[in-house]
DNA sequence: CATTATTGTCTCATTTTGTAACAATAGTAC
DNA sequence: GTACTATTGTTACAAAATGAGACAATAATG
């Protein structure tokens, strides 16, 4: 990690978010030897678009190509710079402080962006920094530093005003899924409930659906059918 | 202007939009001696917070603390680096390109805001490099340097958005105003008409309007109410 | 075949929205 | 003053959208 090839004092950070267990997830990095939670984030390079620095550092994380992104804020505040925090952590990784690394102690503008994604086919990757990179539910997050917890609220707060803008549905969950999948994931961004029948209705009205075969769960009750987004 | 007091490769850009004559207007600054037009913007300072930086820019160029600003997206393309443009700019205005403005060349990635401002109010001054900061309206704008016309889209795209969710009306607005002149903001932003009817039903159905009393015109017909809104 | 759980659809009441009508003015013309 | 005009605030009714429940269909089980 060469410091003179990234644009100083710029950052982004990532909000990955998967669906499973009827639960909204995101990816959270664990520091090694620090207890310290952060959000997946990386630099730009200085020949390097900036939403492909994220795509670049999301195949990383992920193992996935191909992800909807969306960028919601940039967080500038002077108070999320905590050079200690980042001292610590590179400590604590038994890097000089004081040396080649020591550009990340630098003040940092981070650009936020939230992903979608198909929580099967990840392949969590932690960094040279990080023993672990792991889903934890949205409800059930450990402290993060800085002003990550900002930032997911931030990206939640968005991603729910997005819910009946953009197909959100498409990118969390598989190419066919049933109504009450789909409704599941309205409801974990919700955060609310919603009636079965009206769902369904509000949904298919939309005409965004395309209906396949039923699918059989082996259970004792009405197949549901499977439903697929029409465009890709 | 000294490059060492600031972030550099960071920038801003303000959408600062004003509303008279029943159109939405744009504040825009022209360089001297080369015809182009471009939006305000600036520099964010190392020991200052990203949003203060905008205000600070805002008060220079119009006069006003205390602005309505929201924050949209960040533009970070390396198509945006066209170093000729801004070199064209020094030359114009008497710098040498490669005297101690020559950071000024450097690729920059460009945090965007909109800004909702009273019209009546602004006192537009045009910066060092430039010749004038007059208003526009948005259906005839002049065209503009780098990616300024895409922020522009943005910007309308983000507060068309934001018309029902947030009071839009509430900052290009005095405090007092007519139904009329409020459903003219209304239609101005979303680019539609409305039903005259429905939109007063639908806004005094959100109990966010005071009225006051009564604006005679001096025309023959009878006089309607003023309105504020209820939370300044 | 009866039972159970769940699904897709339909029905009806309620609420919201679209549309037009109407009465109330504030001026002008006379 | 009265008649007339333009615009406003409100009401009335139709149409559409939504909430809430009923109901038939069906994939398993015993």
Redesign the interface.
Known sequence: MESSDF????AYDSVIFGFSGDQLKILLMEYHNTGLFALPGGF?K??????DAVRRGLAERTGLTHIYLE?F???????RHKPEVMKTILIANGHDPNGPMRWLLD?F?S?AYYALIDYRYVIPRPDELSDSCTWYHVDQLPELILDHREIVNKALENLR?NLD?KLVGMNLLPEKFTMQELQRVYEAISGTSFRRTSFQRKMLAMEVLIRHEKKYSGKAHKAPYLYSFTRK
């Open positions: 644009i100083p004092n710029l730009v200085k020949t390097e678009n900036l939403d960028q804020h940039t967080f500038g505040n002077l108070s003040r503008i650009v005003e803008r």
